[in-house]
T-cell receptor
């Protein structure tokens, strides 16, 4: 049972553009929504996270938008850079149970 | 403060052999999680452990797989009688506390190849 659905599977963006990755979850008990960035051959690293009591969180060029009623959240990368090229995973967590989306491979072209 | 450490980074086994994957959590972390990642796929939860206890093993196959986190030493994920389908990257994560917002820090992973 896939509890977190992520799209698109892959994304190509020009340098300076906006990258948008979307996720939807099913279980309303989830109360913590992190995004992880993973470079090839490395482990995932926490990028930014949000709780459901806020609708948006911004850290530098990265913004999470959260829609509790729709059970959806998205990651926006402003002014995308080639160094942002990586795989991005959304996740949803309750207590110690964390479920990951399938990932989005982002390529930012120079 | 060293991060989560995993070893070996790469492990090659023949079918039927045993694989032992080790994870040392970050200093001060007592919660350990194991995930499996197949090529081009996301992370699949396997097991969650606290010191000397398995809290949730719902994602771990019932046969051939076991995990432990002893009072002293690293957490061990053990795969007996490996098969080709076990080939994957296995990631360990650790957290300081349980409950909401317990950030999980990931190790670099062990890439298991079964010949």
């Amino acid at each position: 049972q896939q509890q977190v659905k992520q799209s698109p599977q892959s994304l190509i963006v020009q340098k300076g553009g906006i990258s948008i990755i979307n996720c939807a979850y099913e279980n309303t008990a989830f109360d913590y929504f992190p995004w992880y960035q993973q470079f090839p051959g490395k482990g995932p690293a926490l990028l930014i996270a949000i709780r459901p009591d806020v609708s948006e969180k911004k850290e530098g060029r990265f913004t999470i938008s959260f829609n509790k009623s729709a059970k959806q959240f998205s990651l926006h990368i402003m002014d995308s850079q080639p160094g942002d090229s990586a795989t991005y995973f959304c996740a949803a967590s309750m207590r110690n149970d964390m479920r990951f989306g399938a990932g989005t491979r982002l390529t930012v072209k120079p | 403060n060293a991060g989560v450490m995993q070893n070996p980074r790469h492990l090659v086994r023949r079918r039927g052999q045993e694989a032992r994957l080790r994870c040392s959590p970050m200093k001060g972390h007592s919660h350990v999680y194991w995930y499996r990642q197949l090529p081009e796929e996301g992370l699949k939860f396997m097991v969650y452990l606290q010191k000397e206890n398995i809290i949730d093993e719902s994602g771990m196959p019932k046969e051939r797989f076991s995990a432990e986190f002893p009072k002293e030493g690293p957490s061990i994920l053990r795969i007996q009688q490996v098969v080709r389908g076990d080939s994957a990257a296995y990631f360990c994560a650790s957290s300081q506390t349980s409950g909401t917002n317990n950030e999980q820090f990931f190790g670099p992973g062990t890439r298991l190849t079964v010949l």
